[in-house]
């Protein structure tokens, strides 16, 4: 636990990093884990039913994203949660440290040695959730994020401008200063903490584990990508104007260099023959969810996965009759050919993933893939020409569509993103350093 006067130093340094100044004070709680614990469960029974989340288990056992065994309960979301080491709440306006104590004896010559680790490792996480507040206070995050609800793609991407600016904010934080030395030197060893954060979560599919530490990985690289362009400033145009999925995340040129958003998906057609069927989710799900559903059904190194890469835009319905369940998929991709190929693959992980006996049928015209999954796809022929007819991309109808010629260059992530860096000097011999005293 920081001092009252550590914890003002804390936020000091903030400030003066980031540039951004708190409009006022945001009290910091100290809670023990079965203090969160509660905390969490109580605001998780607030936001979602467990009705809810075994629906949309289903659905998402369906399209291949979930193994089909898996059961979730609400306390396992709680739970994800519980493996950070502190929380901004938008709603209660307060940070929580979350108080771990330390429960193997030690020598008392190595104690001094791990409070004061564990005091470094406070000052990270306070500075980290101090940038919330600021982001909050400055940027209104909440309301943000409010906006794409129903867009789970935009929405990550967001999370992750948000989270990658906290993380690296934190980091700076902790070394006392911020440059483009320190920030490569941080970049660089990102993915260290990927595997730590997955063993931490054994048994959990990657379709919930990845997603939630993609925002703080891949998060922090593209903002440091905008720090390398435009330093702090380039950090907070991020907000005005933040990626729109979670492909400009992963691949940073299609955002700085050559701006691709994601295609508006428009799925319709089918509501005049499946008028029985009512729906019950409409999402888009975005490279990052489609490549992770190849990688579970393929192998996590299949080369299949450079499928994932051409997508365009999607939008996925979920259909509910009793309780049945009807799954339609939109996905458009970069060309025809890509298409094809999603097609074909895609085709072989239903037949992999679903009992024989569920109805399924896929359909391509041009760049654009239409699955249908479930009872509801029995009746495919009388809703299919429909659905072609009255779907559209970017509000072009999907026949007469045609994709930009060449399309945006291939994506790639930062030539030096994962290249090793020499350890930064110290502050005092960094001549482009930003003091936070």
Known sequence: ?????????????????????????VPVTYLSVAETEARFRTEFAKQISQEEIDTGLEENKMIGLFPPDLKIERKDLADMTLELAGFYDNHHKDIVIIDRPVTTELPERYRNALTAMK??????????????????????????????????DRELAYKAIVEGDATLSGFSVVTGRVDDETIDYFDSHLQDIVPVFMGRMEGKPRAMTYPFIFQYTEGARFVAEAYHRNKWEGVNALFNGPPLSTQQIMHPELYFDHPTPALTVKLAGYEKVLHDWKKIDEDTLGELMLKIMIERTMGEDTPYVEASTKWAGDRIVALQKGKSLTMLWMIVFRSAGAADNFAQLYSGILDKVLPGTTARKIDQRGPAVFVMIGDGAIRNHEFI?????????????????????????????????LQPHPAPKPASEAPRTIGVD
């Open 385 to 417: 020409p429909e659905v072609w007819k009255q779907s559209s991309i970017d509000g072009a109808a999907i026949e007469s569509y045609e994709p930009a010629v060449g399309g945006p260059p291939a994506a790639s992530p930062r030539a030096t993103s």
């Open 1 to 25: 636990m920081l001092s009252s006067d550590e914890a003002a130093v804390v936020k000091a340094r903030v400030q003066k990093i980031r540039g951004l100044t708190l409009k006022h004070d």
């Open 119 to 152: 005091k470094i490792d406070t000052m990270g996480t306070l500075g980290h959730e101090l940038t919330h507040a600021l982001q909050d206070q400055h940027f209104d995050i909440e309301a943000a994020q409010k906006k794409y609800k129903g867009n789970s």
